[in-house]
């Protein structure tokens, strides 16, 4: 329950000052705050709890996915290009995938 805590409020702290520029901080950031830092939370506390319905290969992916999304984001809120922003997700979804596959795998029973 901690990973996907901290996770969140992380996320959720770290994409608002990411978006503002310099600007003082406004209701809108505050939301994209709170949206994001929730919604990672929940994806990151749910994938937690799927290790026995899921083989390896996929529960890997899908940890692949969650971070290079997050991660693109979080690249996108600096208005970096979409080719740019997508180029980095799927560079951190493949080095998570490839991570993640290699702790579950090694830690099977």
Do not use: K
């Not at 939301?31 to 529960?59: D, Y």
């Amino acid at each position: 329950m901690a990973w996907p805590v901290g996770l969140g409020i992380l996320y959720g702290i770290w994409a608002p000052f990411i978006q503002r520029h310099g600007t003082p901080l406004n209701a809108l950031q505050i939301t994209l705050g709170v949206v994001s830092g929730l919604a990672l939370a929940v994806l990151v506390f749910i994938l937690m709890r799927l290790p026995t319905t899921m083989t390896t290969e996929l529960r890997a992916a899908a940890f692949g996915v969650v971070a290079g999304v997050s991660v693109g984001f979080l690249h996108s809120l600096t208005y970096a290009s979409v080719l740019r922003s997508s180029g980095i997700g799927l560079t951190v979804g493949g080095a998570a995938a490839i991570a993640t596959f290699y702790f579950f795998h090694t830690r099977e029973d």
